[in-house]
């Protein structure tokens, strides 16, 4: 005898398809949900190091900042201390010029004349005094000239001492200056 299949074959077929399709659509949404948790963490992860890079790059930055300025204040220290040593040099070595001027101060000074006072702003020497006679003022004046440390002499005044008639005073200003290596040789002996 023939069979007849009564059972709702295609409603229980039905069924098996939409459970297979709740199955899969349930293992594909926990697949996808642990690739997003994956992902973020990998996201995170990168996040984090990225953090510690520039948190690192900013500490270097710091001490690196921190060191130019060392370095900068260093800088300025050296050239104030340079500042000072080229003083020192230049006042060790126009040390003994001093010591020349005032030789060639009493070299040139005749008989007959004296200074009162002197007087030094930059090169130029202020020299006022007492003479006998206006010859030797203009004596004091050749000498002055023909130094090979002085130049342009000056004479600014010349007046009569009251009370004492023979004598004269005067003020006059000359130029230091620095001689010649072939004069100096021939004035050092």
Do not use: H
Not at 149 to 170: E, I, M, T, Y
Not at 172 to 179: A, E, G, W
């Amino acid at each position: 005898m023939p069979s007849i299949n009564l059972r709702p074959w295609r409603e229980e077929l039905r069924a098996e398809r939409q459970k297979q399709f709740v199955t899969t659509l349930a293992g594909v949404l926990i697949i996808a949900a642990g690739l997003v948790f994956l992902w973020s963490g990998s996201v995170n992860s990168q996040i984090e190091y990225q953090k510690q890079r520039n948190a690192y790059l900013n500490s270097s930055m710091k001490e690196l900042d921190k060191k130019t300025k060392e370095i900068q204040q260093l800088k300025a220290k050296k050239e104030k201390l340079l500042s000072r040593m080229k003083v020192i040099q230049d006042l060790q070595g126009t040390r003994p010029i001093i010591v020349r001027v005032f030789d060639e101060l009493v070299k040139t000074l005749p008989d007959g004349l004296y200074y009162d006072s002197l007087s030094r702003s930059g090169n130029q020497l202020k020299i006022q005094g007492m003479a006998e006679s206006n010859n030797r003022i203009s004596g004091l004046m050749r000498n002055l000239e023909s130094s090979p440390w002085f130049a342009n002499p000056n004479l600014k005044d010349v007046s009569a001492v009251k009370g004492n008639d023979s004598l004269n005073r005067f003020d006059m200003t000359v130029k230091q200056v620095m001689p010649s290596l072939s004069k100096d040789k021939k004035g050092v002996k």
